[in-house]
């Protein structure tokens, strides 16, 4: 087995659960610490450097000035109650400075304090927003270009909705963890430690006893942070399947007004929406059991803070302006107890939501280029299958059983065969989006795990059984990552059999097909998809039931202008409708995985074997059948 081979069934085997982490059951199995996976943002945060050291200092300075205030008043009560200025001789001077009448001066500190803290904490939540919004759009691209890395295969039995939830409401959830969690962080730190160090300078009596009921808090936040984190997570998942629901609902829409279908819809919504109904209301319970609980540890401490403030006042150990900005800044300091409620419950929220991301930023594809791969030049000259067998992962029924042929560069080989028989897959392996469990797929005489992925997929032109247009104009969708003058895109359009109707249409190239081209028939969207693969000017083209959506005449007029227009290009055709394929150098007939007979439309039927067989019951001549 190549190197390449191994490695991808070592990741499948070892990694490939690793790609199995946005799955729901996987998250939900990985015991979590609060906060564990949120800290995985602090490396694009670093990438700001101003942003968070503007938020920072902006939120640190902003919280001096909040306390600014009430110390002022604290001295104010004091010198209207003594008629005489009290606190460090500094600020006395201060006072003066500002207005030989303290009262005037007093009062000017309590605007100066507000409208500082309104200058800072405006720097701080700019930086602080403009920094979630930065680091929100990092993280979806690399969640995006993780995502749009892995092989095709791995979408296979996950739900576009649910990848969806988690490039969009997962990561919008972090940017608000960033932008508002982060600053509820500083301002905790900040306003606790300025707050503190206050204090003590007045009482260090006081601030035990309006500190020792806070170590209640301990034990609380850990029975919230344990209990409410798994409600949260199975809340994310909910939130994805409910996108999931509604994304197969708006695309399938013509189906679910076909069968009439509309209730039985509703009700799938419904169960899906309920069971987020669900979730959210049981971790809103466990929310708003914590948040009392902050209440009453607040009430206790206050109450003790004013019971033995009083105390200490009567016996002249602090002063009564002392204590009324004792009593203030303390009032200032359950805000940040509130917001620690808060806080914690915005990361919980967050873990869930990063869990999800962060699994999408990890994923490893198992089809990768090799250390040593190179880039393919010149085109696809050969294309070979040497005994190749295949078995779809997770399933233990062989697909492909040593499968052989050869094509070389100008000759068109068709493949057909009953639904199931392995044509597809053949052509899923020249693609590289699965690996065979044996044998080789070789390219020029060499293994195509040589040549690089990108260099390989660039010499192929690819047209699927379903045609995927994308949201646009024709034009956008037959130029797709490519480039090319209007001259080149009429002459695709023309090989692809789509010039005629696309010149009646009122805006031509430029005319919108809509959500996955529904405003084009099967045959046309099937001519554009055409007339995209056409304009590469592949030296290999695939075609995967391409045909299949279009009228015999028109059918027939695009072979003819593929035959007259590739001389030197590879073509690989799978189909059901053997009018495709009749002109092939060789036809391949298979069933269930292994080749049961080859050779051209005229040694086929003289045999006399499954394609004889088909040929005779598309054409109407069942005598022979």
């Given at each position: 087995?190549?190197?390449?081979?191994?490695?991808?069934?070592?990741?499948?085997?070892?990694?490939?659960?690793?790609?199995?982490?946005?799955?729901?059951?996987?998250?939900?199995?990985?015991?979590?610490?609060?906060?564990?996976?949120?800290?995985?943002?602090?490396?694009?945060?670093?990438?700001?450097?101003?942003?968070?050291?503007?938020?920072?200092?902006?939120?640190?300075?902003?919280?001096?000035?909040?306390?600014?205030?009430?110390?002022?008043?604290?001295?104010?009560?004091?010198?209207?109650?003594?008629?005489?200025?009290?606190?460090?001789?500094?600020?006395?001077?201060?006072?003066?400075?500002?207005?030989?009448?303290?009262?005037?001066?007093?009062?000017?500190?309590?605007?100066?304090g507000?409208?500082?803290?309104?200058?800072?904490?405006?720097?701080?939540?700019?930086?602080?927003?403009?920094?979630?919004?930065?680091?929100?759009?990092?993280?979806?691209?690399?969640a995006?270009?993780s995502?749009?890395?892995?092989?095709?295969?791995?979408?296979?039995?996950?739900?576009?909705?649910q990848?969806?939830?988690?490039?969009?409401?997962?990561?919008?959830?972090?940017?608000?963890?960033?932008?508002?969690?982060?600053?509820?962080?500083?301002?905790?730190?900040?306003?606790?430690?300025?707050?503190?160090?206050?204090?003590?300078?007045?009482?260090?009596?006081?601030?035990?006893?309006?500190?020792?009921?806070?170590?209640?808090?301990?034990?609380?936040?850990?029975?919230?942070?344990?209990?409410?984190?798994?409600?949260?997570?199975?809340?994310?998942?909910?939130?994805?399947?409910?996108?999931?629901?509604?994304?197969?609902?708006?695309?399938?829409?013509?189906?679910?007004?076909?069968?009439?279908?509309?209730?039985?819809?509703?009700?799938?919504?419904?169960?899906?929406?309920?069971?987020?109904?669900?979730?959210?209301?049981?971790?809103?319970k466990?929310?708003?059991?914590?948040?009392?609980?902050?209440?009453?540890?607040?009430?206790?401490?206050?109450?003790?803070?004013?019971?033995?403030?009083?105390?200490?006042?009567?016996?002249?150990?602090?002063?009564t302006?002392?204590?009324?900005?004792?009593?203030?800044?303390?009032?200032r300091?359950?805000?940040?107890?509130?917001?620690?409620?808060?806080?914690?419950?915005?990361?919980?929220?967050?873990?869930?939501?990063?869990?999800?991301?962060?699994?999408?930023?990890?994923?490893?594809?198992?089809?990768?280029?090799?250390?040593?791969?190179?880039?393919?030049?010149?085109?696809?000259?050969?294309?070979?299958?040497?005994?190749?067998?295949?078995?779809?992962?997770?399933?233990?029924t062989?697909?492909?059983?040593?499968?052989?042929?050869?094509?070389?560069?100008?000759?068109?080989?068709?493949?057909?065969?009953?639904?199931?028989?392995?044509?597809?897959?053949?052509?899923?392996?020249?693609?590289?989006?699965?690996?065979?469990?044996?044998?080789?797929?070789?390219?020029?005489?060499?293994?195509?795990?040589?040549?690089?992925?990108?260099?390989?997929?660039?010499?192929?032109?690819?047209?699927?059984?379903?045609?995927?247009?994308?949201?646009?104009?024709i034009?956008?969708?037959?130029?797709?990552?490519?480039?090319?003058?209007?001259?080149?895109l009429?002459?695709?359009?023309?090989?692809?059999?789509?010039?005629?109707?696309v010149?009646?249409?009122?805006?031509?190239?430029?005319?919108?097909?809509?959500?996955?081209?529904?405003?084009?028939?099967?045959?046309?969207?099937?001519?554009?998809?055409?007339?995209?693969?056409?304009?590469?000017?592949?030296?290999?083209?695939?075609?995967?039931?391409?045909?299949?959506?279009?009228?015999?005449?028109?059918?027939?007029?695009?072979?003819?202008?593929?035959?007259?227009?590739?001389?030197?290009?590879?073509?690989?055709?799978?189909?059901?409708?053997?009018?495709?394929?009749?002109?092939?150098?060789?036809?391949?007939?298979?069933?269930?995985?292994a080749?049961?007979?080859?050779?051209?439309?005229?040694?086929?039927?003289?045999?006399?074997?499954?394609?004889?067989?088909?040929w005779?019951?598309?054409?109407?001549?069942v005598?022979?059948?």
């Open positions: 087995m190549p190197s390449q081979q191994a490695d991808a069934m070592s990741r499948m085997i070892q990694g490939g659960a690793k790609s199995d982490l946005m799955t729901p059951d996987e998250i939900n199995a990985q015991r979590q610490v609060l906060g564990k996976q949120i800290w995985r943002v602090i490396p694009y945060a670093k990438k700001y450097p101003k942003r968070v050291i503007a938020g920072i200092l902006g939120n640190f300075i902003a919280r001096i000035f909040d306390l600014m205030p009430f110390v002022a008043i604290g001295f104010a009560v004091d010198y209207f109650t003594t008629n005489s200025m009290v606190g460090p001789q500094i600020f006395q001077d201060m006072i003066l400075a500002i207005n030989p009448d303290p009262a005037y001066g007093y009062g000017f500190l309590i605007f100066l507000f409208f500082c803290l309104a200058i800072f904490q405006g720097i701080s939540e700019y930086a602080w927003q403009t920094l979630g919004y930065n680091i929100q759009h990092d993280l979806r691209m690399d995006t270009k995502l749009i890395a892995m092989e095709a295969s791995y979408y296979d039995m996950r739900q576009t909705g990848i969806m939830s988690v490039l969009s409401s997962d990561v919008n959830q972090l940017e608000d963890v960033v932008s508002d969690s982060s600053t509820s962080i500083i301002r905790i730190i900040a306003t606790f430690s300025t707050a503190f160090l206050i204090l003590v300078t007045m009482s260090w009596k006081l601030v035990a006893v309006l500190f020792g009921p806070i170590l209640l808090i301990i034990p609380i936040v850990f029975w919230f942070s344990t209990s409410v984190q798994r409600k949260y997570r199975k809340q994310r998942e909910s939130t994805g399947d409910i996108h999931a629901v509604l994304e197969n609902l708006i695309s399938g829409i013509s189906v679910v007004q076909a069968f009439n279908a509309q209730d039985w819809e509703a009700n799938r919504v419904s169960r899906e929406s309920g069971s987020y109904r669900d979730q959210a209301m049981a971790a809103s466990d929310r708003n059991r914590f948040v009392p609980m902050i209440y009453v540890v607040a009430g206790i401490a206050f109450g003790l803070l004013v019971t033995a403030g009083g105390y200490l006042t009567s016996t002249g150990e602090i002063s302006g002392e204590l009324v900005t004792f009593l203030l800044i303390s009032t300091m359950t805000m940040p107890m509130f917001i620690f409620g808060i806080l914690v419950n915005q990361l919980q929220r967050g873990e869930a939501a990063a869990c999800r991301v962060f699994a999408a930023v990890d994923l490893e594809p198992t089809i990768f280029d090799a250390e040593d791969a190179i880039v393919l030049e010149g085109g696809i000259n050969t294309i070979e299958f040497n005994n190749v067998h295949f078995t779809y992962p997770n399933t233990t062989k697909v492909l059983s040593g499968i052989s042929f050869k094509v070389s560069g100008g000759e068109f080989l068709g493949i057909m065969g009953h639904t199931g028989a392995g044509k597809t897959t053949i052509l899923k392996l020249l693609m590289r989006y699965y690996v065979p469990d044996s044998g080789e797929v070789l390219v020029n005489g060499k293994d195509i795990n040589a040549f690089t992925l990108e260099s390989v997929r660039e010499a192929i032109g690819f047209v699927s059984q379903d045609p995927f247009l994308f949201y646009g104009s034009k956008d969708n037959v130029i797709y990552n490519q480039k090319a003058s209007d001259e080149e009429e002459v695709a359009l023309e090989l692809a059999g789509a010039a005629e109707f010149s009646k249409l009122e805006n031509g190239m430029q005319t919108m097909v809509g959500d996955r081209g529904a405003k084009l028939s099967g045959g046309q969207k099937a001519r554009v998809s055409l007339a995209r693969a056409l304009l590469k000017k592949p030296s290999l083209l695939i075609l995967d039931e391409a045909s299949s959506a279009l009228d015999a005449e028109t059918e027939k007029r695009i072979q003819e202008n593929l035959l007259s227009s590739g001389t030197d290009r590879a073509t690989i055709a799978v189909a059901h409708r053997l009018s495709t394929i009749r002109n092939a150098n060789e036809i391949l007939s298979m069933v269930d995985g080749i049961v007979e080859r050779g051209n439309h005229e040694q086929l039927i003289e045999n006399s074997g499954v394609y004889a067989s088909q005779n019951i598309q054409t109407g001549d005598s022979n059948y």
